[in-house]
Each structure stands twice: as C-alpha cells, then as structure tokens.
C-alpha cells in the first residue's frame, strides 16, 4: 500500500508564497507522474501542475509562471512551490500519484489566501 502525506498548507496574505510537500512511501522511479490538484470552495477538483517519471512538466494556465512543481528524488518527494498567491489559488491541495496499476491520493493539506 504507498502511502501519500501533503504538507505545508498555511494562512497567508495574497501576493505570497507557500511551499507545498507531497511524500510518496514509494520508490519515485516505479510512479508515472504526480500531480497537484486544487479544490477550491464548491467547485471540482482540477489539475494544478504534474510532473512525469521524466521530468516533464505541465501547468495549468491559472498558475503558469507562479507556480513550479519539482521532485528530491532521494526523498521520494515532490514539492509545488507557489508565488504571488492570490484569493483563487484558496482551497484543499491534493496529491495524485499515478502508477502503472493504480492511483493513489493524499488527504489533502488547506491553503487559504486572504485578500
């Protein structure tokens, strides 16, 4: 069973910055890709950022250039570095990890942007 633990979500003022962790009791090179995913207050969950076993990268459009998703490989952990937060970037963070079998997700950590 791999286990995944977000951590980092806090309070803070619009205009700056969190860095969100995602820890993966697996090994990083057996994972597909990891992905952040946003839910925001009473809408759906939607894809922030991934990366891919190759280091390939994708973005929403919302987060482009603010955001950066990147992995320590040596501690099974992907991190999702956040900038010039505003209101909208306000919800529960997810982590999916993709293997070749199944996903898995995190819990969740909560971050909220005050205006």
């Known amino acids: 069973q791999v286990q995944v633990v977000e951590s980092g979500g806090n309070f803070v003022q619009a205009g700056g910055s969190l860095r969100l962790s995602c820890a993966v009791s697996?090994?990083?090179?057996?994972?597909?890709?990891v992905g952040w995913y946003l839910q925001a207050p009473g809408k759906q969950r939607e894809l922030v950022a991934i990366?891919?076993?190759?280091?390939?990268?994708n973005y929403a459009d919302s987060v482009k250039g603010r955001f950066t998703i990147s992995r320590d490989n040596a501690k099974n952990t992907v991190y999702l570095q956040m900038n010039s937060l505003n209101s909208e970037d306000t919800g529960v963070y997810f982590c999916?990890?993709?293997?070749?079998?199944?996903?898995?997700w995190g819990q969740g950590t909560q971050v909220t942007v005050s205006s």
């Open positions: 999916n990890v993709q293997m070749t079998y199944r996903t898995y």
């Open positions: 697996a090994n990083i090179f057996s994972i597909n890709a």
């Open positions: 990366i891919t076993r190759f280091g390939d990268t």
